[in-house]
């Protein structure tokens, strides 16, 4: 059920409050109109953040399959409690796809109810989510495995995961039983459980090859858009390197300062930007490229690249507590415009998640979106032969330290 609460600040609208299955979560929503500004003042309406320092708290209470999406040039990670700053495995992604209204609903529809990321209108796929077993899955398209001709895709299959698998060792045995039946698959499943097992499983059609995190040297693993065991037999490089390179570079100096949380990844690693060489683009960024406006850069190699739309790190438990305390905490939208919202496994979501048709959350950040990218002539230097889309990061955060991001990050932190 939710509950509205009103509170005696003009600064605070509503907090809702979520009891399910003996749990209850505590949400709470501002009103922000300063996104707008400087940003021409074109956007319409009232923009609510997220507040999970004040009230993110979980405390004991009395269709139709989607079709592969082409882009799908998903970054994803995951760590072992080995590798964590607070001992709790960790597993994220960041989805690229042409779907760019994303919302999280809550299912009921199998054995093990579960939150999930989808792409709005098609409940029958999840890209990233978690069960009430605190079993916990997300992919990324693995372009040089081999997909079966018949069986589930990789949304539905994850979907099936999250209703049947209690475990890491349950998904694998979902595995084991449809290598001879066939699936359509070709990608990294990333996965945790309650137990704290933390791996990745390459899947293809008919095979898999199991990662464990814990057995790495460093206690994490990360995958973009290609797979070890992938086909190299054309002489190929492995897809997306860019994004790869980066992201190892910034996990590496998480490692080594000890801040392998999901604060610093959403803060640092989700939202960094970067060239095709696999190095840091910083902001604010003052440069000019090709002849552009100082600030305006193409972003299409960066881990927070153009055609993301949502993201998500799911946070596990130790073994004692409560799998239900799993927490996803969320971006819908790019994540340079989103604010990060947790959800756990325990009821449905709120109507800000997962409206009517997409979800104000969404909407808000791809409205934001709208004014930061320009498309112009040309070739983009990071692509090629397409029509550039530069992103104005200096809306982001310019020489002072304004913008979009010090509202956003502050209200995050």
Not at 29 to 53: A, E, H, K, S, Y
Request: charged letters at 25%; one cysteine or more.
């Amino acid at each position: 059920m939710q509950e509205i609460v009103d509170i005696p600040d003009k600064k605070i609208d509503f907090v809702i409050r979520r009891r399910q299955n003996g749990l209850s979560a505590s949400v709470l929503f501002v009103w922000f109109t300063p996104l707008t500004q400087g940003l021409g003042g074109t956007m319409p309406g009232r923009f609510f953040v997220f507040l999970p320092f004040l009230l993110a708290s979980i405390l004991p209470s009395g269709a139709v399959a989607q079709l592969q999406d082409p882009l799908e040039e998903c970054t994803a990670g995951v760590a072992s409690g080995r590798a964590t700053a607070d001992g709790r495995p960790l597993l994220w992604k960041t989805r690229d796809a042409s779907a760019t209204d994303n919302e999280v609903i809550w299912n009921t529809s199998g054995t093990y109810p579960f939150v999930s990321v989808i792409s709005a209108g098609d409940p029958s796929s999840s890209w990233m989510g978690v069960n009430e077993k605190g079993f916990a899955i997300i992919n990324t398209l693995s372009t040089d495995l081999s997909a079966g001709r018949e069986g589930l895709h990789n949304g539905l299959f994850m979907a099936y995961a999250l209703q049947e698998a209690a475990n890491v060792e349950e998904f694998e045995e979902l595995l084991k039983e449809t290598n001879e039946t066939g699936r359509m698959t070709n990608t990294n499943f990333g996965v945790i459980d309650a137990t704290g097992a933390a791996a990745f499983f390459e899947t293809a059609g008919h095979e898999y090859w199991r990662y464990d995190a814990a057995d790495t040297e460093k206690g994490y693993l990360l995958r973009t858009n290609f797979a070890v065991n992938g086909d190299r037999s054309r002489g190929d490089p492995p897809g997306s390197m860019d994004r790869f390179l980066q992201t190892e570079r910034l996990m590496i100096d998480f490692y080594r300062t000890d801040k392998i949380d999901f604060k610093e990844i959403v803060k640092t690693q989700v939202r960094s930007f970067g060239n095709k060489e696999g190095e840091s683009v910083p902001l604010p960024f003052i440069g000019s490229i090709d002849g552009h406006a100082p600030g305006y850069f193409p972003n299409s190699s960066s881990i927070n690249r153009n055609s993301f739309v949502s993201f998500a790190i799911i946070q596990g438990v130790f073994e004692e507590e409560d799998p239900r305390l799993s927490t996803m905490w969320t971006i819908l939208g790019q994540p340079s415009t989103g604010i990060t919202v947790p959800f756990w496994p325990v009821g449905e979501t709120p109507p800000e998640a997962n409206g009517p048709e997409t979800a104000p959350l969404a909407d808000a950040a791809n409205q934001i979106r709208r004014e930061l990218y320009e498309e112009f002539e040309g070739v983009d230097p990071e692509a090629e032969g397409i029509r550039a889309l530069f992103i104005n990061a200096m809306e982001l955060r310019d020489e002072n330290g304004e913008g979009i991001w010090r509202i956003t990050m502050s209200v995050e932190d």
